[in-house]
């Protein structure tokens, strides 16, 4: 148990695991999200991976990260409490925002290979 907290123990941790309880995501999003560089991401999600919080799958040359349900079951009190106060977070309100509005956008990892800066732009608030 002191390991899983640990993991927890760090803000961009926390803010890639609110991220991906909204749904899937591969790491090139998660940069775009969190405003965060590919190796810091890399280093965080592998940190949370090695506590079987999240699992992955590759899809062509992009790896899929998202929680693990298995995690949420046998820790649903921990989830629960985790979700509320993330969800008044402002930083992790924010991050959720950019979510939002790549969904609507239809944006897309090719696009964000593409034309990282016109997905960046398209996100600001």
Aim: proline share 1%.
């Amino acid at each position: 148990m002191e390991d899983l907290f640990k993991a927890f123990s760090d803000k961009n941790r926390l803010r890639l695991f609110w991220v991906l309880l909204q749904g899937e995501y591969c790491v090139c999003e998660l940069e775009v999200f969190l405003r965060m560089n590919q190796s810091t991401v890399s280093f965080h999600l592998q940190r949370l991976r090695s506590e079987e919080i999240l699992k992955a799958s590759k899809s062509a040359q992009w790896v899929h990260y998202t929680v693990d349900p298995k995690f949420i079951h046998e820790n649903q009190r921990l989830v629960e409490f985790m979700q509320e106060k993330l969800a008044s977070d402002g930083e992790c309100m924010e991050d959720l925002k950019r979510v939002e509005r790549y969904t609507t956008q239809g944006l897309n990892c090719k696009i964000i290979a593409d034309d990282r800066e016109r997905v960046v732009d398209a996100l600001r608030g």
